[in-house]
Nanobody
Framework: QVQLVESGGGLVQPGGSLRLSCVASRTFLSSNDMGWYRQAPGKQRELVAAITTGGSTKYADSVKGRFTISRNNSKNTVYLQMNSLKPEDAAIYCC???????????????WGQGTQVTVSS
């Protein structure tokens, strides 16, 4: 059983930055495409960013140029660096593992429990 554990969420002012981390419970990340989803109250879940095992990335239009997804396979960790945060970025952020095509369709084989990001002054 694979567990994905997120951390790094919190309260930040508009324009600020946060870095989310997602650690897998065992050697797992190196063979899986990974993604970050978010869901705000009353809104549909949205794939924010995804990264393949080879390092190719994909971003939602709403975060391009502000968010960066990366991975460190030796640490079984995938990151989401979020800069220039806006109030509309506030949501629960979950990391997920699946094939890139599955992530692009909004699915995943494994999910983390999520971490709350609040953007407010």
């Amino acid at each position: 059983q694979v567990q994905l554990v997120e951390s790094g969420g919190g309260l930040v002012q508009p324009g600020g930055s946060l870095r989310l981390s997602c650690v897998a419970s065992r050697t797992f990340l190196s063979s899986n495409d990974m993604g970050w989803y978010r869901q705000a109250p009353g809104k549909q879940r949205e794939l924010v960013a995804a990264i393949t095992t080879g390092g190719s990335t994909k971003y939602a239009d709403s975060v391009k140029g502000r968010f960066t997804i990366s991975r460190n396979n030796s640490k079984n960790t995938v990151y989401l660096q979020m800069n220039s945060l806006k109030p509309e970025d506030a949501a629960i952020y979950c990391c997920a593992a699946a094939t890139f095509s599955t992530l692009a369709l909004g699915g995943a084989d494994y999910w983390g429990q999520g971490t709350q990001v609040t953007v407010s002054s």
